[in-house]
Nanobody, 121 residues
Framework: QVQLVESGGGLVQPGGSLRLSCAAS????????MAWYRQAPGKQRELVAI???????NYADSVKGRFTISRDNAKNTVYLQMNSLKPEDTAVYYC???????????????WGQGTEVTVSS
């Protein structure tokens, strides 16, 4: 009864910017941590950024200083502002969240469907 839907991906030139959004919907009681992962072609999925329910953030070294994760608890939405994009940022970006659904006894991890980001000239 819970789903995450990403949006905002696309094709950008090196040095450009994109903002990804991920909205959680359904029978939500509460949301703990929210995160962004990415998976480049031929590589394993990696954690890009995470934000706790209290607003504490952590980033992969490769994106520090360029990406910013934030959340709007009232909208059940997490964002990833990506600046100074590089070709190596090209990947499918996935939203992840630990969510307590009203219909289930415990919190569970949920994944979005992914949104493609391509950085190329």
């Amino acid at each position: 009864q819970v789903q995450l839907v990403e949006s905002g991906g696309g094709l950008v030139q090196p040095g450009g910017s994109l903002r990804l959004s991920c909205a959680a919907s359904g029978s939500i009681f509460s949301i703990n941590a929210m995160a962004w992962y990415r998976q480049a072609p031929g590589k394993q999925r990696e954690l890009v950024a995470i934000v706790s329910s209290g607003g504490t953030t952590n980033y992969a070294d490769s994106v520090k200083g360029r990406f910013t994760i934030s959340r709007d608890n009232a909208k059940n939405t997490v964002y990833l502002q990506m600046n100074s994009l590089k070709p190596e940022d090209t990947a499918v970006y996935y939203c992840n969240a630990q969510i307590k659904a009203t219909t289930r006894p415990t919190s569970n991890n949920y994944w979005g469907q992914g949104t493609e980001v391509t950085v190329s000239s």
